[in-house]
């Protein structure tokens, strides 16, 4: 089946201590999107590719960076990680960023930050 | 500003229906989505209207007015399974997703 997939489901990492988590996905999408959601929160939209194009939310830290090496992958680094960060990263894709077309979203990294 | 206003907590009895409600502010409009997320899961697409009026999804109904800027997403027969949050998202003019914080629905036996 076609999906989204995110590694690790669970990511312990300690204040200060870069942490990288990946996604992928067979969908074959141009656009894939990083969000940040917190406990009863609405998702926070980090950063989107659209192709090889990233897009900064213009509120996205410094300490979160992005990378698209190919359509099928995406990384979230962030490189110092502070308490605040501790958060499910949920990373979606869409074959366009236009009219009806809908997220499809992987199962989630919920960070902790000790 | 954009902003999407849904309540947060809603309680309803197995076998009943219930309607999420959803006032949006957006810069333009592409359409709003409704998505279901069980606790500690990812979101699933339910629903898209872009035009007024009702769309029927099996037991999930969604309905749009944008001259109110308002949606509702209505569950019929609710089961056991629906308790989830139920997030609505409206398309802005540059087609990014506004999200509302999601209105948590606990089914009752």
């Known amino acids: 089946d076609a999906m989204v997939i995110q590694n690790p489901r669970y990511q312990v990492t300690q204040f200060g201590k870069p942490v990288t988590l990946s996604c992928s996905q067979t969908l074959n999408h141009n656009v894939m999107y990083w969000y940040q959601q917190k406990s009863s929160q609405a998702p926070k939209l980090l950063f989107h590719?659209?192709?090889?194009?990233?897009?900064n939310e213009a509120d996205t830290p410094d300490n979160f960076q992005s990378r698209r090496p190919n359509t099928s992958f995406c990384f979230l680094d962030i490189r110092s990680p502070g308490l605040g960060d501790a958060a499910m990263y949920l990373c979606a894709t869409s074959s366009s960023a236009s009219g009806s077309s809908e997220q499809y979203f992987g199962p989630g990294t919920r960070l902790t930050v000790t | 500003g954009q902003n999407i206003d849904q309540p947060t907590e809603m309680t309803a009895t197995e076998g009943a229906i219930v309607q999420i409600n959803c006032t949006y502010q957006?810069?333009?409009?592409?359409?709003l989505f409704w998505y279901q997320q069980h606790a500690g899961e990812a979101p699933t697409f339910l629903s898209y209207n872009v035009l007024d009026g009702l769309e029927e999804k099996g037991r999930f109904s969604s309905f749009l007015s944008r001259s109110k800027g308002y949606s509702y997403l209505l569950l019929k027969e609710l089961q056991m399974k629906d308790s989830a949050s139920y997030l609505c998202?409206?398309?802005?003019?540059?087609?990014?997703?506004?999200w509302g914080a999601g209105t948590k629905l606990i089914i009752k036996p």
């Open positions: 590719y659209y192709d090889k194009d990233f897009n």
């Open positions: 957006t810069s333009g409009f592409n359409g």
């Open positions: 998202a409206g398309k802005d003019s540059n087609y990014q997703l506004i």
